[in-house]
Every structure is written in structure tokens, then in C-alpha cells.
């Protein structure tokens, strides 16, 4: 198999994954949760800065792919 062809089956692997509506659920889910953790971090006396930083990365990372999945559903097959 060609990296070309690899490549295209990997991407209409992710677009049947994007299309799944309980990924978006789960995507959520994780997004809320690190909001959760990101507050409680927050509020500690002493925030580990580190960990705040690794968080929000975190957080961005599942907004964009939610943002992805949206953009998928909106696509006209």
C-alpha cells in the first residue's frame, strides 16, 4: 500500500469517526471536565502553572476537533 493510499484510508477512517454522534458526546463530556479540573487548579493557593498550561492545551485541542466534527456534519456528502 502506497502512502497515498494509506493516507486515504486513515482520512476516511477519521471522517466515519467525525461523523459518530456519540464522539461529539464524548468530546464534550472530556471538554467540561477539563473546564472542571482547569477551575479547581485555578482556585488552589498556589496553581501549578505547568499544569494549568497543559490543561488548557488540552481543552483547545478537543475545541478544535469538535469544531472539526461540526464542520464535517455541515458538509454535504
Same mark, same amino acid.
Not at 49 to 64: H, I, P, Q, S
Given at each position: 500500500?502506497?502512502?497515498?493510499?494509506?493516507?486515504?484510508?486513515?482520512?476516511?477512517?477519521?471522517?466515519?469517526?467525525m461523523l459518530n454522534p456519540h464522539r461529539?458526546?464524548?468530546?464534550?463530556?472530556?471538554?467540561?471536565?477539563?473546564?472542571?479540573?482547569?477551575?479547581?487548579?485555578?482556585?488552589? +493557593?498556589?496553581?501549578?502553572?505547568?499544569?494549568?498550561?497543559?490543561?488548557?492545551?488540552?481543552?483547545?485541542?478537543?475545541?478544535?476537533?469538535?469544531?472539526?466534527?461540526?464542520?464535517?456534519?455541515?458538509? +454535504?456528502?
Amino acid at each position: 500500500m502506497t502512502d497515498a493510499a494509506h493516507y486515504d484510508l486513515t482520512k476516511q477512517e477519521e471522517d466515519k469517526r467525525m461523523l459518530n454522534p456519540h464522539r461529539l458526546q464524548s468530546l464534550k463530556d472530556r471538554h467540561n471536565a477539563l473546564d472542571r479540573r482547569i477551575l479547581e487548579e485555578d482556585a488552589r +493557593p498556589m496553581p501549578n502553572t505547568l499544569e494549568l498550561a497543559r490543561l488548557k492545551r488540552e481543552k483547545l485541542r478537543l475545541k478544535e476537533e469538535m469544531e472539526r466534527f461540526a464542520a464535517q456534519r455541515r458538509r +454535504p456528502q
